[in-house]
């Protein structure tokens, strides 16, 4: 019988389409996870991929937008800009409305603002919960969901490997988030982002020993978070970074 693999995508804005590389080599390998779980750039990967499409064609579904057509400006608001451009995008793309009605189970992480937890959710409207997956505290407004309020779920997880636990027979966790040293800060949005990347990492080492395979392209400190020009060389890092993986 085969075995049943699950991967967790982390967090980590442009970064995200090294995910799409580390899926397109899996699938060479005849890998192909049957559960996804994603924070923020992650779980936008994740629910496109859970939609049923290949990874090249979720490439060119994000290649063909930027950073600031997902953005606006939110003023006065709870955060600088907001991402209802990317909520509407979403619709667009994915011809499903929720996360249920995905041909593949798919977790989308967020934070829950007033409960202080990470929530996985693995039902509800995809645009609405990825909007808030990827709202980073400050820089985008928290997205209200139901009863809550909710920002990036990589303030508590940027690599949600736990939903996956107990469903499939091997975890893969894909980190795109790691930590450069820079010698100079620029505007206020690089200065948010700097920090947020600095603690999102906190539990980093926590997943990388609690998974079966743990990917972390090398390279990724080199492109900026809010940077989606340069789209095709992170796919082939994350490309790489795969294909040297050897499984069982």
Same mark, same amino acid.
């Given at each position: @019988?085969?075995? %049943?693999?699950?991967?967790?995508?982390?967090?980590? $804005?442009? &970064?995200?389409? #090294?995910?799409?590389?580390?899926?397109?080599?899996?699938?060479?390998?005849?890998?192909?996870?049957?559960? +996804?779980?994603?924070?923020? #750039?992650?779980?936008?990967?994740?629910?496109?991929?859970? =939609?049923?499409?290949?990874?090249?064609?979720?490439?060119?579904? @994000?290649?063909?937008?930027?950073?600031?057509?997902? *953005?606006?400006?939110? @003023?006065? !608001?709870?955060?600088? +800009?907001?991402?209802?451009?990317?909520?509407?995008?979403?619709?667009?793309?994915?011809?499903?409305?929720?996360?249920?009605?995905?041909?593949?189970?798919? +977790?989308?992480? #967020?934070?829950?603002?007033?409960?202080?937890?990470?929530?996985?959710?693995?039902?509800?409207?995809?645009?609405?919960?990825?909007? #808030?997956?990827?709202?980073?505290?400050?820089?985008?407004?928290?997205?209200?969901?139901?009863? $809550? +309020?909710?920002?990036?779920?990589?303030?508590?997880?940027?690599?949600?490997?736990?939903?996956?636990?107990?469903?499939?027979?091997?975890?893969? *966790?894909?980190?795109?988030?790691?930590?450069?040293? &820079?010698?100079?800060?620029? /505007?206020?949005?690089?200065?948010?982002? %700097?920090?947020?990347?600095? !603690?999102?990492?906190? /539990?980093?080492?926590?997943? &990388?020993? %609690?998974?079966?395979?743990?990917?972390?392209?090398?390279?990724?400190? &080199?492109?900026?978070?809010?940077?989606?020009?340069?789209?095709?060389?992170?796919?082939?890092?994350?490309?790489? =970074?795969? =294909?040297?993986?050897?499984?069982?």
């Amino acid at each position: @019988m085969a075995l %049943r693999y699950g991967i967790a995508l982390g967090g980590g $804005g442009s &970064r995200g389409f #090294a995910h799409l590389g580390v899926m397109q080599a899996l699938h060479e390998k005849g890998i192909k996870p049957e559960v +996804f779980s994603g924070t923020s #750039a992650g779980a936008l990967a994740a629910v496109l991929l859970g =939609s049923g499409k290949e990874p090249q064609e979720v490439f060119e579904v @994000m290649h063909k937008h930027k950073m600031i057509d997902f *953005a606006e400006l939110d @003023m006065p !608001g709870k955060g600088l +800009f907001s991402l209802s451009k990317l909520k509407k995008t979403l619709e667009k793309e994915i011809e499903f409305k929720n996360l249920e009605d995905l041909p593949f189970k798919v +977790f989308v992480c #967020a934070t829950d603002l007033l409960k202080g937890e990470a929530s996985y959710f693995d039902k509800g409207p995809i645009s609405t919960l990825v909007q #808030a997956s990827a709202s980073i505290p400050v820089l985008f407004s928290p997205v209200k969901y139901e009863k $809550g +309020f909710y920002v990036d779920g990589g303030v508590l997880d940027n690599v949600p490997f736990k939903p996956l636990k107990g469903l499939v027979d091997k975890i893969i *966790a894909v980190n795109i988030n790691p930590i450069e040293v &820079r010698d100079k800060l620029g /505007t206020m949005v690089d200065v948010a982002t %700097r920090s947020f990347q600095l !603690g999102v990492n906190s /539990t980093l080492n926590l997943s &990388r020993h %609690r998974v079966d395979y743990f990917i972390e392209p090398e390279g990724l400190h &080199r492109y900026f978070m809010l940077d989606t020009s340069k789209a095709e060389e992170i796919f082939k890092l994350g490309y790489e =970074s795969a =294909s040297k993986l050897e499984f069982e």
